[in-house]
Each structure stands twice: as structure tokens, then as C-alpha cells.
């Protein structure tokens, strides 16, 4: 799996958008771009995936550019319960036991009152 | 639909003890994992199987032994607990392909804290 470099902090209003930007340069074609986010100590939990189309659901959007070799996940309007750790993954969802799910370190978002 | 239990959710144990670490899932998940997190890291991968019967290394299987002797349950074991095993571990589970109306996303428990004395 592509390696993904995310910046280790951010904050944001609440009620504001919140832009989290992650990086995978070395992205391959059938690897698509996963999101969790692991609120305090709680089970990790999946937010959204996206392989080159731009991607929204009740949660998020999944913004990725046309290379393909960085997105951006946006939660339209933040509330204080978004405070957590997002992970930003690239894998194939389909190769079997090559397709391991593997986490970094991710990016904080700390939303502010 | 239960989906990813963990059992036990705590537990202590002395250095040297033995123990075995229970997850359940309840969505036909082909795919099942075992993560420890240690405190201000990410998760790092202990051990995964991608079926019944089939087990594979992840990024620290040191001092861990796995078991999958039925699709929706993951036995993780600890044949003689240190301290340094002391962390918070997380099962998951996901299909391994998708298909029309499901996709590959992975489904956590709620994690077992588990302290070695």
C-alpha cells in the first residue's frame, strides 16, 4: 500500500468548514483514498472512500485532485463531537491479503468552541 | 446486528500470564484484524486473516498468536504477557471484496484495555 503524510494538527471554528489534507504521492491506479477518524479512545470509524470522482455522503466530502496524489476531506460544518484523529488510507479493497489496512499517524482536528 | 464485539473490554494481568483476547463479528466478514495502540500513537497492525482458517503476519506480531477457526470469530493470544504488551487493542472486520450495496470499509470493536503488571 502507498504511504500517506498528513500534518500532525489543525483546528477550526465551530460551525466552519473543516479541510483536512492528506498527501499520497505515490499512489498507484486501482488504490482507492479511505478516511476514519478515531474519536478519544473509541474504535476507529469509517468515514469515506473515493478512487478519482469527488465523493459525499451525510458525513463528509472527499475531495481528490485530478493526479490523484493528494485529497482533502471537508466536514461542511464542524461541531465540537468532530474533534478527533482522521486517518487518511490508500489501498485496493480488492486484493485479498495484499490488501492490508494499515494506519498512520493521521491529523488531529481540534474544533474549537 | 451486533456488528465487531470485544471481549473482554479490560484486564490485567502479571507478567508471564497467558491470556486470550475475543472478537466477534456478526456481518459475514471475510476480512478480520487485530491492532494495538499505544498511548499518542496510531494503531499499528498485529496480526490479520483474510478467511477461515488463514492467518497472516501484520507490522508487530512479536509475542502474539492468532487463531481463525470460524469466519466470525478472531482469537487473539498472549502466551506469556509482558509489560510491554500493556496497551489498547482493536479488532475489525470488513468484507474482502465488494459488490453492488457494500463496500470494504472496516468495522471496529470498541477495543480491550489491557494492562500487564
Known amino acids: 500500500d502507498a504511504k500517506t503524510t498528513q500534518p500532525p494538527s489543525m483546528d477550526c471554528a465551530e460551525g466552519r468548514a473543516a479541510n483536512l489534507p492528506c498527501n499520497h504521492s505515490?499512489?498507484?491506479?486501482?488504490?482507492?483514498v479511505y478516511w476514519y477518524r478515531q474519536i478519544h479512545s473509541q474504535g476507529p470509524q469509517y468515514i469515506i472512500h473515493?478512487?478519482?470522482n469527488n465523493e459525499t455522503n451525510e458525513m463528509a466530502s472527499l475531495i481528490i485532485t485530478e493526479d490523484r496524489k493528494s485529497s482533502t476531506l471537508i466536514l461542511p460544518h464542524a461541531t465540537l463531537r468532530d474533534t478527533a484523529v482522521y486517518y487518511c488510507?490508500?489501498?485496493?479493497?480488492?486484493?485479498?491479503?495484499?490488501?492490508?489496512?494499515?494506519f498512520g499517524k493521521g491529523i488531529t482536528l481540534s474544533v474549537r468552541p | 446486528n451486533a456488528g465487531v464485539t470485544q471481549t473482554p473490554k479490560f484486564r490485567v494481568l502479571k507478567t508471564g500470564q497467558s491470556m486470550t483476547l475475543l472478537c466477534a463479528q456478526d456481518?459475514?466478514?471475510?476480512?478480520m484484524y487485530w491492532y494495538r495502540q499505544d498511548p499518542g500513537m496510531g494503531l499499528r497492525l498485529i496480526h490479520y486473516?483474510?478467511?477461515?482458517?488463514?492467518?497472516a503476519k501484520g507490522e508487530v506480531p512479536d509475542g502474539y498468536n492468532v487463531s481463525r477457526l470460524k469466519k466470525q470469530n478472531f482469537l487473539l493470544g498472549l502466551e506469556s504477557a509482558a509489560p510491554s504488551q500493556t496497551s489498547v487493542y482493536f479488532c475489525?472486520?470488513?468484507?474482502?471484496?465488494?459488490?453492488?450495496?457494500?463496500?470494504?470499509?472496516?468495522?471496529f470493536g470498541q477495543g480491550t484495555r489491557l494492562t500487564v503488571v
Open positions: 475489525a472486520s470488513s468484507y474482502l471484496y465488494s459488490r453492488q450495496g457494500r463496500g470494504t470499509e472496516a468495522f
Open positions: 505515490t499512489i498507484s491506479g486501482n488504490e482507492y
Open positions: 473515493g478512487l478519482k
Open positions: 488510507i490508500v489501498r485496493v479493497p480488492w486484493a485479498g491479503a495484499n490488501s492490508k489496512l494499515t
Open positions: 456481518m459475514n466478514h471475510e476480512y
Open positions: 486473516s483474510v478467511g477461515e482458517g488463514t492467518t
